[in-house]
Each structure stands twice: as C-alpha cells, then as structure tokens.
C-alpha cells in the first residue's frame, strides 16, 4: 500500500507574500574542473578578472523571492603575492563585498597562501534580493592584492608531484521564497 505524507506543499512560484517564507524553489550549479590564472590586481579602482566557466543564471519566479549564492573556491598564487581576493557578482553589480576603504578593497572573502605547492580554499556566502523575474547570472571575480598571478583549481608551481594535486571550484545558487 502507497502513502504520501507531507508537512506542507509549496506552490511553484513560491508562497504568497505574507505567508511565511524559505522554501526552496529551484536550485542550479556549476562546478569548475579546469584551471584558470590571472595578473589582473583586484583593488577598489579595479574588479580583477572573472573566473571562466564559474557563472550560473537563473530567473527567479517572484520578485519578493531571495537567491542564496554560495561559492567555494580554491587557489593559489605566485610568489610575491600575499593574498587572492574575491567578490561575488550578480550580473555587473558586486554583492555582498565589505566597502571600499582607502587604499583596501572590499571583498567577499580572501585568502593567503604559504608556498608553490599549496593551495587554500574559502567559501563565499551571500543572501541576495535582486528584485526581479529576469533572469540574472552570478559569477565570481578574483585578482591579487598585488603584481603577481592568481591560480585557481591548482597550485603555483602546477608540478606533475602527488602533493601538487588540483581540485575544482563550484557557485551554487537557490531561489528562496520570500
């Protein structure tokens, strides 16, 4: 004999505004296996580079709902390099960063790494309200601190060594009903 037990059923476009809130509605991911480098430095007068192929779009069913971004990130840099930066983007717009000050960037997260044979990872996190049925795609940028290159999903010196191993990058997102 079939049963079919529930604690409640959430409408596809989500609950009405009013009614309590947080069921997921759709999720979509992708997930980074290749590598990716860049020398362009992520400051408060420069956004660094995207990183290819770490971008997911989706349309959310109701303006009122809200889009859980979260993004973990491996990588590494050359030497000279005290830290990779992050920022989480929707679309062109920096989400989620701390403000600019001075001469500091604001970032999702940053991370420093010790030698050529290592590499660090970090999870960016971000509860987003774009306010829109469009659909809008998420990604993630990253640069130096300073002159030097980035390495994402492997190390700086990338040798053919057991301990020199890659790994891979993911950006999740989950429209939320609001």
Excluded: W
């Excluded at 476009?13 to 362009?40: E, L, N, Y």
């Excluded at 970090?122 to 940028?141: F, G, K, Q, R």
């Excluded at 040798?159 to 950006?171: E, K, Q, V």
């Amino acid at each position: 004999m079939s049963q079919l037990r529930t604690n409640s059923i959430v409408p596809v476009g989500g609950i009405p505004a009013g009614a309590s809130g947080g069921g997921i509605i759709q999720c979509v991911s992708t997930t980074k296996t290749d590598t990716f480098t860049t020398t362009t430095i992520l400051s408060p007068s420069s956004n660094g580079a995207q990183i290819t192929g770490l971008t997911v779009s989706i349309t959310p069913r109701s303006t009122s709902n809200k889009i859980l971004v979260i993004s973990e990130l491996t990588g590494a840099g050359s030497n000279g390099v005290a830290q990779l930066l992050a920022r989480l983007y929707r679309d062109s717009t920096a989400i989620g960063n701390a403000a600019n000050a001075s001469n500091r960037a604001g970032v999702n997260s940053r991370f420093y790494y010790a030698d050529a044979n290592v590499t660090s990872s970090t999870t960016l996190i971000h509860l987003d309200s774009p306010a829109t049925t469009s659909a809008i795609t998420y990604s993630v940028y990253v640069g130096p601190d300073a002159a030097g290159t980035v390495y994402i999903n492997r190390t700086q010196s990338d040798s053919d060594l057991s301990y020199s191993a890659r790994s891979s990058s993911s950006i999740t997102v989950l429209e939320i009903s609001g």
